[in-house]
């Protein structure tokens, strides 16, 4: 079983809708969270950066951690076609430095 | 201020030849990271280097050199390429986030 969780896709939503993506994860010594947004042929971006539970705001774009469920969330409000991409979750432990482990990505398309 | 940059952009190597990823990063970070990047597979780590002249082995090593030349560079050598290495390639630098370059994409036939 992979640490962490993450539905591959493809997601098709309409341009407006209000688009959730998630992980699980089965390691509770992970207490920072992040989410990567990717476009097609680019490098994965930084979106998102949360430490232990709760939610951060950041625009139209809304992380979410829920520690004792081991589950986080990307919540995409008014989406834009300029969101299709794939979001890759990430987390790390305090313990290991920077080193990240990762989702293996979820696949967004927002029908114009 | 370019971030992580890598060079090539893309590559054909065929089998049994040797070949050198270049990654630089001008944010003065400490780690540097080199992934491969496969369909279905998410990224999984190769190599990282968490200070100039330390380098240890990620989840998928075998086949690969890393050199960190120096704050700035950390270089990721193919000695003998395989099929099984076509893949894309993504240098990360990190101060709490990684950041990552724009990918090598290599095929080997």
């Known amino acids: 079983q992979k640490e962490v969780e993450q539905d591959p896709g493809p997601l098709s939503v309409p341009e407006g809708a209000i688009v959730s993506l998630n992980c699980t994860y089965s390691?509770?010594?992970?207490?920072?969270f992040m989410w990567y947004r990717q476009y097609s042929r680019k490098g994965p971006e930084l979106l998102m950066y949360?430490?232990?539970?709760g939610n951060k705001e950041d625009g139209r774009f809304t992380a979410q951690v829920d520690k004792s469920s081991k589950y986080i969330s990307l919540f995409i409000r008014d989406s834009q076609p300029s969101d299709s991409a794939t979001y890759l979750c990430?987390?790390?432990?305090?313990?290991?430095?920077?080193?990240?482990?990762f989702g293996t990505g979820t696949r967004l398309a927002v029908r114009p | 201020n370019a971030g992580v940059t890598q060079t090539p952009k893309f590559q054909v190597l065929k089998t049994g030849q040797s070949m050198t990823l270049q990654c630089a990063q001008d944010?003065?970070?400490?780690?540097m990271y080199w992934y491969r990047q496969d369909p279905g597979m998410g990224l999984r780590l190769i190599y990282y280097?968490?200070?100039?002249?330390?380098?240890d082995k990620g989840e998928v090593p075998n086949g690969y050199n890393v050199s960190r030349l120096n704050k700035r560079e950390f270089s990721l050598r193919l000695e003998s390429a395989a099929p099984s290495q076509t893949s894309v390639y993504f240098c990360?630098?990190?101060?709490?986030?990684?950041?990552f370059g724009p990918g090598t994409r290599l095929t080997v036939t």
């Open positions: 390691n509770s010594a992970f207490q920072y």
């Open positions: 990360a630098s990190s101060e709490m986030s990684q950041y």
């Open positions: 949360t430490y232990s539970s």
């Open positions: 280097s968490a200070s100039e002249g330390t380098t």
């Open positions: 944010m003065n970070h400490n780690s």
């Open positions: 990430a987390m790390r432990r305090e313990s290991s430095g920077d080193k990240l482990t």
